[in-house]
């Protein structure tokens, strides 16, 4: 313990903490859900059992760019590139109107990119941003990078429909594979208007 400085709690302290307030079972009391409007599910719920911490971090899908499908991908599926930086769709229509994520070309994650790219990612967060909202009817274009899946950098721009009060916030995530896919022709357009809006 460093003088006068705050412990970082542990993850097993963290665990057992949690367990004493837990049932038998290991299951924590649900917050109250049911009043959430945009909580995507209704009926009887209860929390999982609370697994306790792994020996380690789970190894993320291409940790080494030698083993990266991004890496290996190039920029073939990109609506926009520049000689750093790539945007892309998903493979396939979702529930959402549109939502594009943005990588660098080369392989770093947010913690090691370096100053150069550093310095652009705030321009170009702001500059996706407008173009996603460019193709109308968006409430919010909310942007995430979460980095459990894949170690290359992506920072996602997921758009919801506005005016469904139901899919503001973080549930729009969820809502996202719950609504029916966006019908395949509409789901082109919009990501020809992001990419025209990145272009101009
Ligand atoms: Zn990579």
């Given at each position: ?36 409007e ?72 947010l ?10 990612l705030?321009?170009?967060?702001v ?6 909202a ?24 997921i ?13 729009a ?22 990419a ?5």
């Amino acid at each position: 313990m460093a003088e006068g400085g705050l412990v970082a709690e542990t993850p097993e302290e963290l665990y057992h903490r949690a367990l004493a307030a837990a049932d038998a079972e290991g299951r924590l009391p649900l917050p109250p859900v049911d009043t959430w409007e945009t909580f995507p599910f209704d009926g009887e719920l209860r929390a999982r059992p609370l697994l306790p911490p792994l020996p380690a971090e789970k190894p993320r899908l291409g940790e080494d760019a030698a083993d990266c499908w991004r890496c290996a991908q190039g920029d073939e599926d990109a609506i926009w590139t520049d000689e750093r930086w790539l945007l892309t769709p998903l493979p396939e229509p979702s529930g959402l109107p549109v939502i594009v994520i943005l990588q660098p070309r080369a392989h770093h994650d947010l913690g090691d990119l370096p100053p150069e790219l550093a310095a652009e990612l705030g321009p170009l967060i702001v500059r996706i941003e407008r173009a996603v909202a460019s193709v109308g009817e968006i409430g919010r274009v909310h942007v995430g990078r979460w980095g459990d899946g894949s170690a290359h950098l992506h920072f996602w721009f997921i758009a919801r429909p506005a005016r469904l009060p139901q899919t503001v916030g973080s549930f729009a995530a969820i809502w996202d594979d719950i609504l029916p896919p966006t019908p395949e022709p509409i789901w082109r357009a919009n990501l020809a208007a992001v990419a025209a809006a990145m272009s101009g």
